[in-house]
């Protein structure tokens, strides 16, 4: 490979910084080694002795077997081999790690690129640097401002700032350098100077309480002269803060990546522990004062229907499709025989709507009642549940049809698809709450570049849009 073939970043037509398709696969392979490498560290199956063999036979195998963005996922099985792992358990690392590690790997890798390209010109005067970061053609909607006592570049239509290159930054970078400087100066003073004051409003101290406690066993009774006792003005020197231009890797946390996310406990003072317990009893008896007048209803607990979601009702669809193909019914009987409440109703929901469509008339009256004898459910929490099931054959047909569009988009979004799918389909748990579902789902989209994520934003939007109005009128 040419080292024109190994250029990381191309500069686009506005002035800005893009990936080449060498330096998109090159974050790819950095963002699945960092997730390999954190798998391996805490990995409990594989011996302290071999995990850093294990690292290399990774990173050997990388280089010989995967030469494009595709081949990470055709090689995904070898990998979780190497790693002592299921290819599921890897699949649902992945699909959990992989847009954050690879968003802070694209970011990192740009700036250390950014930065080699200024390092490798050697600018003579401004002029020339500006020449070499502009281009010769100065980008459109741009202008020049004054920020921080240098020149900048401001897009009119983003507001983003190219930071100073070169000689610029050298400059500014010295400039900092000296107000951090008198900074600390200023602080070194200003501590010194409490200290005197501390020291000195002790001594008063010491002096009154003398004269308080011995002042009548001499002839004179002692006094403090009232110069000696009036309260020190404390002038507190206070001093602006200078405003430091962030660095291109200043937000940037080190690429560590926490498969898991505990919650860090809180540590409580005596003091807050105390104020926390009082807050807790006035707060119990408040709610005992307002139960007592029941003027405050009580929030109804989440019935079986409610808690039914997507995520089930494909598990369920799914597992009797298979029987289905393998024409098992004793396989079938023998698992519905043991299945909870809410699945046995659902097969013969199922059932029934399927005779209903074929014009067989349904009492659905005397099917609930049934039911609940069988399974213990309420009738009306077993005819909700038949209407969330319709609802959801409703989303499955609509998702489909997505996918169908999503597979005519162009290779990097069917690319990015591919990672971001499973987390995409979980969004719809919360279906038929779809304010939810598309809050949920712009956490995901939104870290997707946006000439990826639109087409799926709009597809997914429109589904969305039409099962809402289709369940708010039904």
């Not at 992945?94 to 690879?102: E, G, S, T, Y």
């Not at 239509?157 to 610029?168: E, N």
């Not at 409580?268 to 119990?284: L, R």
């Not at 089930?312 to 909870?340: C, P, R």
Request: with cysteine.
């Amino acid at each position: 490979m040419s080292d024109l073939d190994r250029k990381v970043l191309e500069r686009a037509l506005d002035g800005s910084y893009q990936f080449t398709k060498y330096g998109e696969f090159l974050s790819y392979y950095h963002a699945h080694l960092q997730i390999f490498g954190k798998i391996v560290t805490e990995s409990k199956k594989i011996p302290e002795t071999e995990k850093s063999h294990i690292t290399n036979e990774i990173k050997a195998f990388m280089k010989s077997h995967v030469k494009h963005v595709d081949h990470f996922f055709h090689y995904a099985k070898d990998f979780a081999g190497f790693l002592k792992i299921t290819q599921e358990e890897l699949t649902s690392i992945m699909n959990k790690n992989f847009l954050d590690v690879l968003q802070k790997v694209q970011e990192k890798l740009k700036a250390q690129e950014i930065e080699k390209i200024s390092k490798s010109n050697k600018f003579s005067g401004i002029t020339e640097e500006i020449v070499a970061i502009v281009g010769e053609i100065f980008p459109p909607k741009c202008r020049f401002i004054l920020q921080d006592g240098l020149i900048v570049i401001e897009n009119l239509a983003t507001g983003t700032i190219t930071q100073p290159q070169g000689i610029l930054k050298e400059i500014k970078t010295e400039r900092e350098k000296e107000e951090e400087k008198k900074r600390q100066l200023q602080e070194q003073l200003q501590r010194l100077r409490e200290r005197n004051v501390e020291k000195f409003l002790e001594e008063v101290s010491i002096l009154k309480e003398i004269v308080d406690n011995f002042g009548t066993i001499t002839e004179v009774a002692l006094e403090l002269k009232p110069e000696i006792i009036q309260p020190v003005k404390v002038h507190t020197i206070v001093t602006p803060e200078t405003k430091k231009e962030k660095g291109p890797l200043d937000d940037v946390e080190d690429l560590e990546l926490e498969l898991s996310n505990p919650k860090a406990e809180a540590v409580e003072t005596e003091e807050e522990q105390e104020v926390s317990e009082n807050q807790s009893e006035e707060a119990n008896d408040l709610a005992d004062f307002l139960d007592s007048l029941e003027s405050t209803p009580k929030k109804s607990e989440p019935d079986e229907a409610d808690l039914f979601d997507y995520k089930q009702y494909l598990e369920i669809t799914k597992t009797i499709q298979a029987f289905k193909v393998k024409n098992d019914v004793n396989g079938y009987n023998a698992w519905l025989s043991s299945a909870s409440p809410v699945t046995k109703c659902f097969t013969s929901i199922r059932t029934n709507l399927s005779k209903e469509a074929k014009g067989q008339s349904i009492d659905w009256s005397g099917f609930y009642s049934f039911m609940q004898q069988k399974t213990n459910l309420k009738p009306e929490v077993i005819e909700k549940l038949k209407a969330k099931i319709l609802h959801l054959d409703q989303l499955k047909s609509s998702l489909d049809i997505c996918v169908h569009e999503l597979k005519k988009q162009p290779s990097e979004v069917i690319q990015i698809l591919k990672t971001t799918w499973p987390q995409i389909l979980e969004t719809f748990n919360s279906a038929p709450n779809y304010s939810e579902v598309e809050s949920k789902l712009q956490e995901i989209l939104i870290k997707i570049p946006e000439t990826q994520r639109k087409p799926i934003e709009n597809i997914l939007g429109q589904a969305i849009q039409n099962l809402s109005s289709r369940y708010n009128s039904a």
